[in-house]
């Protein structure tokens, strides 16, 4: 610590108010999230050039736009967060007989941690729960913090682990199971 002497004390420039520095505008998605103009809506497949912007800006190894196509094709459950004029998050779940898989619950880069993927997560859960499954699966990267701390907050408990599932670089990297009673 510098400890000044009184004659080192600097007066400051302004009289009574410091200077007000010049705000810029926000562009922060989640700052336009205020109002109750935002929902979940079915994934539709104009959907996908936003979706792969979410995407690619989110994962370093996204989904193809193929991949979600797909998943849009054979029925999964698709379901986009939707306000302010952009996709801020989306969410895709198979559905078996009496289980359900979480495949991907993503949040734009700009909107994460305001509430967004638990409501993404929720909503894929009331859906699994409204078709009769018991049990909801998903894997994670071991090394993905956010995710596993979603997940164990909505009730997700590790059951099992996948060695070497995931691309990392030239390496792989554990996938954790997790899976939660519906
Ligand atoms: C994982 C993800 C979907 C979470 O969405 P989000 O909208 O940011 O999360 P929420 O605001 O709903 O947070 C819910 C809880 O998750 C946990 N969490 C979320 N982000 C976290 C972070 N960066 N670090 C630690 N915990 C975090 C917290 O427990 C949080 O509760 P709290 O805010 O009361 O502490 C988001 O970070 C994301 O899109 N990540 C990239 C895609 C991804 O990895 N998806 C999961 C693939 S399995």
Redesign the pocket.
């Known amino acids: 610590m510098i400890l000044r002497g009184p004659g080192s004390v600097k007066k400051p420039r302004y009289k009574v108010h410091p200077p007000r520095r010049k705000r810029k505008p926000e562009r922060h998605i989640g700052a336009l999230m205020q109002g109750p103009d935002f929902a979940m809506r079915p994934m539709r497949e104009e959907d996908l050039p936003a979706i792969m912007r979410v995407e690619t800006a989110?994962?370093p190894y996204p989904w193809t736009e193929g991949i979600f196509r797909d998943c849009l094709q054979v029925g999964y459950c698709c379901r986009v967060l939707w306000g302010a004029g952009e996709i801020l998050?989306y969410g895709v779940m198979s559905m078996a007989v009496d289980e359900c898989h979480?495949l991907?619950?993503?949040?734009?880069?700009q909107?994460?941690?305001?509430?967004?993927?638990?409501?993404?997560?929720r909503r894929l859960l009331a859906i699994g729960r409204s078709r009769n499954a018991d049990t909801a699966f998903?894997?994670?990267?071991a090394s993905?913090?956010?995710?596993?701390?979603?997940?164990?907050?909505e009730g997700f408990c590790e059951v099992g682990m996948r060695r070497g599932y995931y691309p990392l670089g030239p390496a792989r990297e554990d996938a954790v199971i997790m899976a939660c009673p519906l």
Request: hydrophobic content about 45%.
């Open positions: 989110v994962y998050g979480i991907n619950v993503c949040v734009h880069p909107a994460q941690r305001q509430g967004f993927g638990r409501r993404i997560l998903l894997e994670v990267r993905n913090r956010a995710a596993l701390g979603l997940y164990a907050l």
